[in-house]
C-alpha cells in the first residue's frame, strides 16, 4: 500500500531564511509521481512543485527545490529566501503513475513564517 | 489562467437530506476526481472519472456517494443522505493527461452536516 509520511506537523522560519520540510513515502513501484502542494488559509490546494520518479536531476522551481532520494524513499522540499506569503500548509502527495491518477497525501506540515 | 471553479463554497445541510456538490472542471481536461478533507486530517481521494465512468474509487466511496457528469462542462458529487461524519472540505480536481502529472484543483466546498 501507498503511504505518505510527513513528520513535521508544524516549522517555522524567520523571515528570507530557509527551511526543509520532510517527507518520506512507502511504495513498490520504480515509476511514480511525487509531488508538493501548499494550501493556505483560503483553503485552496497549489501546485508547488513535481517530481516525476525516473528523473534523477532534483527538480526546482524559482525558490521551491527538493531533494529526491529514491533509494531512501524521501522527498523532502526547501523553501529558499522565505517570504510571508509562504505561510501555508503545505502536503507531500504521490501519484503512481497509473491512469487512474489518484494521489496519495500525508498529513501536512504548517509551516509559519515570522517578520 | 485556466481554474477549476467549484459551487458553493459553503453548504450546511441537515443529516440526512441530500447534497449535490458542483464542480466546473478546466475545459479541456478529461480526468476528473473527488476529494475529501476532514478538518485537521490528510486529504483523502474519493473518486476518479474519465470517460463518463468511474475509474477508481476508494473505501470512502459507498453507495451514498455518486457522480455525474451531466454535460459537457459541470462534474458532480451527489451525497444521497448526509451523515454528521460527511461534514469535510470537498475538492475537485481536474487533468488532462492519462498520467495525471498535474491536477489541478478547485478551492473546495465545505459541507457542514448539522
Known amino acids: 500500500a501507498q503511504t505518505v509520511t510527513q513528520s513535521q506537523p508544524e516549522m517555522s522560519v524567520q523571515e528570507a531564511e530557509t527551511v526543509t520540510l520532510s517527507c518520506t513515502y512507502d511504495t513498490s513501484e520504480s515509476d511514480y509521481y511525487l509531488f508538493w502542494y501548499k494550501q493556505p488559509p483560503s483553503r485552496q490546494m497549489i501546485l508547488v512543485i513535481r517530481q516525476e520518479a525516473y528523473k534523477q536531476q532534483n527538480a526546482t522551481e524559482n525558490r521551491f527545490s527538493v531533494n529526491f532520494q529514491k533509494a531512501a524513499k524521501s522527498f523532502s522540499l526547501k523553501i529558499s529566501d522565505s517570504q510571508l506569503g509562504d505561510a501555508a500548509m503545505y502536503f507531500c502527495?504521490?501519484?503512481?503513475?497509473?491512469?487512474?491518477?489518484?494521489?496519495?497525501f500525508g498529513r501536512g506540515t504548517q509551516l509559519t513564517v515570522w517578520p | 489562467e485556466p481554474e477549476v471553479t467549484q459551487t458553493p463554497s459553503h453548504q450546511v445541510t441537515q443529516m440526512g437530506q441530500e447534497v449535490i456538490l458542483r464542480c466546473v472542471p478546466i475545459?479541456?481536461?478529461?480526468?476528473f476526481y473527488w476529494y475529501r478533507q476532514i478538518l485537521g486530517q490528510k486529504v483523502e481521494f474519493l473518486v476518479s472519472f474519465y470517460n463518463n465512468e468511474i475509474s477508481e474509487k476508494s473505501e470512502i466511496f459507498d453507495d451514498q456517494f455518486s457522480v455525474e457528469r451531466p454535460d459537457g462542462s459541470n462534474f458532480t458529487l451527489k451525497i444521497r443522505s448526509t451523515k454528521l461524519e460527511d461534514s469535510a472540505m470537498y475538492f475537485c480536481?481536474?487533468?488532462?493527461?492519462?498520467?495525471?502529472?498535474?491536477?489541478?484543483f478547485g478551492q473546495g466546498t465545505r459541507l457542514t452536516v448539522v
Open positions: 475545459s479541456n481536461h478529461l480526468y
Open positions: 480536481a481536474s487533468s488532462d493527461t492519462e498520467m495525471n502529472t498535474e491536477a489541478f
Open positions: 502527495a504521490y501519484d503512481r503513475g497509473s491512469t487512474l491518477g489518484r494521489l496519495y
